[in-house]
């Protein structure tokens, strides 16, 4: 009876706005923000600490990129990573990947069991949103599938400055809207207790973010 | 001729079966048994003092604040004129990307296409994101009639599913229930919970994790609203917080997303307001952990991500009918951001559970009883007169609805549906007409209200007298303030948020 109900909500919802006007959309809004790149990723990093994210500046190079992340996997004593293949060839092929690291590259036969068994996840990014602290992963060949960075309880995620904007608004003309998108802003959190915040229910419960730049 | 009547109509009415959006009680019944739980007022006050404070302070971050607001407005606006329209493109895009898109006129229509998709599936559990959508059509309580066990994953919704209660807040709502109630909860309802278990928040949220992630992984169908569809792309979006959200929208074969004909919003660039508004409005963050954005079914993407089916259910369920009246429409406008439910005085004494509907709080007040129709005699016609017009709601409504117009033009509707259908006495429709002329007009309505305020001498037995302070009488009595206070409303409140303290530290919903 789908048809008909689309025919009769369609005739309805006719009748209803018949004669009504569309305004113009005022949009006086801030379509950017003048500041320099330095002042972006300070403003970016101050602002997922404040939504409890941790924050690694590290140089804006491949190898330095390997190393930091090698020493974290390592301090952490994590035991497993898995990773979006590009990531894994760039930033997993060096120290990271040593005796003490497994390495698990996502190539897209992973189960969700299989991730479930990881102990964190490395990505990139597509971009991220100083103003709102915000990291926005979108499919492509270092954010990877959705389940990967979902389902381990650690997400290390690599943001580079040229991919710091200012404001929202920025981030959606840049971004592709039919791209599977995550935006995400610090770990996962609950305040559905006496509104007692808690860090970490279903996402990864740690979220740290390496920023290079 | 008894006052209380004018204020609100405490007519007893013969119950038309469960609805969620209709309770079985008028208000102001319902309402006083809330005021006479002080622990539950004191949770309120505490849940609703807290996010009001942060929100204040992450929308007093942003210079362009009210530029956004009359964004977010005209794009609400002109998402009604072009409605027709604008579903057929969305209906085209989603189908473009894979998705199929079915129509729904009511609540059985939907429930019942639900049912069937799931049913096809051949799975008898599926896991579910926190929707209104969802819960105004009473999906749940349908699909366990079928013999389908809807799982909700929202911390607050898995307390109050378990707890076998309803929601009382749109954001937090289980902020009814203390940590030592969850527990009890958890500790009696939850399968396979650590006995030893503790109050602890922390301990609590992990014992939701443990008991969901088994669950999430083994998931073949996933059930979601969405906070926007974006027509000019077939793009949903589903903003959250815990991680429960994710999971529905990316590990379950099948995603099957029930959603309001009036969540389309035309452009892809208009999410740079919404994404915006909602969360500091929302949680009172300036941007929520977790939002996701998909197009279709994974067949349209590269790299091989998406459900391998998705489903579109378009819900009319009484929205056309709100559409159809000019000055109710905008309450189609709502992005279900719940920040006009904590500035409200009225709801922070009552609670959500007093409106009897899924949709609490002002825009409770205005949306549920136009869902179900004023006709004269409805229980939802009490809702309009819930409200003391103090404005709070539409100064921080971050599409600026204007609620306490429509609640007064409400008022008058249900006038007019009662003398049609003669339902009262003359003299009782006389005076409520007579009400509602004085409040369809601001300066009328401040008029009134500075003069009850004046009026305060004239208090007699503890009770308002008089034709035009008897608009607030049904109000006044409910409440456990039986005369005016010195101040307004409006004064009263400005002066709270004044007391009320800086900004506390940031948390989630
Ligand atoms: S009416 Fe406005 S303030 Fe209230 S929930 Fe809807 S959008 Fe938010």
């Known amino acids: 009876m789908t048809g008909s109900a689309r025919e009769e909500i369609l005739s309805r919802v006719r009748a209803a706005v018949a004669g009504a006007e569309a305004p113009a959309v005022p949009r006086g809004y801030r379509r950017e923000v003048e500041a320099s790149a330095s002042q972006l990723l300070e403003l970016l990093a101050d602002r997922l600490r404040d939504y409890r994210a941790e924050v690694v500046p590290v140089p804006d190079d491949d190898a330095a990129i390997a190393q930091v992340l090698a020493d974290q996997l390592t301090e952490r004593g994590l035991r497993s990573v898995v990773a979006p293949q590009a990531v894994a060839r760039a930033w997993l092929a060096g120290p990271a990947g040593g005796e003490a690291v497994q390495v698990v590259v996502d190539d897209g036969t992973l189960t969700w069991q299989d991730l479930d068994g990881v102990d964190a996840v490395v990505t990139g990014a597509a971009l991220a949103i100083a103003e709102t602290g915000v990291v926005v992963l979108d499919g492509d060949a270092w954010c990877g599938r959705r389940a990967v960075s979902l389902v381990p309880d650690l997400h290390l995620c690599v943001v580079r400055g040229r991919q710091v904007v200012g404001l929202p608004t920025e981030a959606v003309s840049r971004l592709q809207p039919t791209r599977p998108q995550t935006w995400i802003a610090g770990p996962s959190a609950t305040s559905d207790i006496e509104l007692d915040r808690v860090e970490g229910v279903h996402g990864p419960r740690t979220l740290v973010v390496l920023l290079a730049g | ?509």
């Open chain 2, 1 to 509: 001729m008894s006052a209380a009547f004018l204020g609100m109509p405490r007519r007893r009415l013969p119950e038309t079966g469960f609805s969620p959006v209709q309770g079985k009680r008028p208000f102001p019944e319902a309402a006083s048994a809330a005021l006479s739980d002080p622990v539950l007022r004191r949770n309120l006050g505490h849940a609703t003092g807290v996010i009001r404070r942060k929100r204040a302070s992450v929308v007093g971050e942003l210079p362009d604040w009210e530029e956004l607001r009359s964004a977010g407005a005209a794009i609400k606006a002109e998402t009604m004129a072009r409605l027709p329209e604008l579903l057929e493109q969305l209906e085209a895009n989603v189908t473009a990307a894979g998705g199929v898109v079915h129509w729904a006129r009511d609540a059985a229509e939907a429930n019942a296409i639900v049912t069937d998709l799931v049913r096809a599936t051949g799975e008898r559990e599926v896991v579910k994101v926190k929707s209104m959508a969802t819960q105004e059509i009473g999906l749940n309580e349908h699909l366990a009639a079928e013999g389908i066990t809807a799982l909700e994953t929202d911390l607050a919704e898995l307390i109050v599913q378990l707890a076998e209660d309803h929601p009382s807040h749109i954001l937090v709502p289980a902020i009814h229930f203390s940590r030592t109630e969850i527990r009890e909860i958890f500790a009696r309802r939850m399968p396979g919970v650590d006995p030893d278990l503790t109050s602890e928040p922390r301990r609590l949220a992990m014992a939701a994790r443990a008991f969901l992630r088994e669950r999430f992984l083994r998931a073949k169908v996933g059930i979601s609203g969405a906070n926007f569809a974006i027509a000019e792309t077939g793009t949903l979006t589903v903003v959250e917080s815990e991680g429960n959200g994710r999971m529905c929208l990316t590990l379950p074969e099948t995603l099957i997303s029930v959603v309001g004909i009036e969540k389309v919003l035309p452009r892809w660039q208009d999410l740079e307001v919404f994404l915006q508004l909602l969360p500091r409005s929302s949680t009172g963050e300036r941007m929520n952990p977790y939002t996701t954005l998909w197009t279709g079914t994974r067949a349209a993407h590269e790299g091989g991500d998406g459900p391998r089916a998705f489903h579109l259910v378009l819900l009319d369920n009484g929205r056309t009918d709100v559409l159809a009246d000019e000055v109710g429409r905008s309450a189609l406008h709502c992005i279900r951001c719940s920040a006009c439910l904590n500035v409200c005085p009225v709801y922070e004494r009552t609670g959500g559970h007093s409106y009897g509907s899924v949709y609490p709080g002002p825009i409770g007040a205005i949306l549920s009883p136009q869902l179900t129709g004023i006709t004269g005699d409805s229980v939802n016609d009490s809702l309009p007169y819930a409200s003391s017009l103090c404005g709070a709601c539409y100064d921080v409504c971050p599409v600026k609805i204007d609620i306490p117009s429509i609640l007064v033009d409400l008022r008058a509707r249900h006038v007019e549906a009662a003398q049609q259908a003669s339902r009262v006495p003359s003299a009782e429709a006389v005076a409520m007409a007579a009400a509602a002329y004085v409040m369809k007009d601001e300066k009328r309505f401040a008029a009134v209200t500075g003069s009850m305020r004046l009026g305060r001498p004239l208090l007699r037995d503890g009770q308002l007298r008089g034709p035009l302070s008897s608009v607030m009488t049904g109000w006044s009595r409910a409440r456990d303030v039986p005369a005016p206070p010195r101040e307004t409303f409006r004064q009263w409140w400005s002066h709270r948020e004044r007391h009320d303290g800086a900004a506390s530290e940031r948390g989630g919903p």
